[in-house]
């Protein structure tokens, strides 16, 4: 087998604690993955309070252990890594076969920097550790399956709502923005999506953001998008009643997308 890298042992330590966050002693809020070059893995998850919640041991093919080492190489080199903390921070520790350490730090921006978001997926992928979060935080849809269901019903409920009650725009404005909210969806007016699906200015133009919606893929940014929209649709539409005519059919749209990307999860 030929070797991509001359790294022995990678380290990847994630942790949840943001800006402004009130943690609490029984919140999960790190987690510890290292890789040896042999093919041995430990995958530790860690309380807030210190105490271990998990240890999982055991061996992946090498042949995975170098692909996934030269995978980190490239995202280190790469650079592009973002400045200010978000939903909390990683570190790798990167031990080369002359014992020589190498440290690099990032934050996590859950779901709005696609190279992590990838990278972290394809970790998880050939450790066989789906509820491990890495780079790009925490994937709901597998650690908190209960989530991903209230996503879907969140999605059902509303596009039957639109369709079939006139009272719908009350509705949206009383009760919308709080439900999504519960859901945690972040409102980022856009950001995410900016980001990821390179939609900068798409935001004001409903059109536009119709025509891309298909494309989306990722339940946070979606559920952001219509967040940071319903938001834009009560506070600062200059003509409510014509947006509210166009946010029928947008809003029909996205939230059709959602339940089609949470109907047939697997946990």
């Known amino acids: 087998m030929r070797k991509y890298t001359d790294i022995k042992e990678i380290s990847i330590s994630s942790n949840l604690v943001s800006r402004g966050q009130t943690v609490f002693p029984d919140s999960e809020i790190r987690q510890k993955l290292t890789i ?19 240890t ?11 692909e ?8 280190i080199a790469a650079g592009d890594r973002p400045r200010i903390p978000d939903m909390g921070s ?31 997926d394809y970790i ?16 709901f849809h ?8 209230a996503v879907y019903e969140f999605s059902k409920k509303w596009i039957d709502i639109i369709n079939h009650s006139p009272t719908w725009l009350y509705l949206m404005k009383a009760k919308m ?9 972040e409102l980022d007016f856009g950001r995410a ?36 929209q319903v938001y834009y649709y009560i506070y600062h539409a200059e003509e409510p009643q014509a947006h509210f005519d166009q946010a029928e059919t947008w809003l029909t749209a996205a939230l059709a997308r959602m339940y089609q990307l949470t109907r047939d999860v697997e946990y």
């Open 36 to 54: 040896c070059d042999n093919g041995e893995i430990q995958f530790d998850r860690f309380l807030y309070s210190g105490k271990n919640l998990e």
């Open 56 to 66: 999982v041991l055991r061996t992946i093919p090498e042949e995975e252990v170098n």
């Open 68 to 75: 996934i080492f030269f995978s980190i190489k490239q995202f």
């Open 90 to 120: 990683w570190s790798i520790v990167v031990t080369r076969a002359s014992q020589e350490n190498k440290t690099l730090k990032g934050s996590v921006l859950f779901g709005s920097n696609p190279r992590e978001m990838k990278l972290s």
């Open 124 to 139: 998880r992928e050939r450790v066989r550790i789906p509820r491990m979060f890495l780079f790009d935080g925490v994937p």
């Open 142 to 149: 597998r650690i908190l399956p209960d989530r991903t269901r």
């Open 177 to 185: 923005m709080d439900e999504l909210a519960e859901l945690y969806f």
């Open 193 to 228: 999506y900016e980001l990821v699906y390179q939609g900068e200015g798409d935001r004001g133009d409903l059109t536009m953001l119709r025509e891309k919606i298909p494309k989306i893929h990722n339940v946070e940014i979606l559920g952001s998008v219509i967040y940071s």
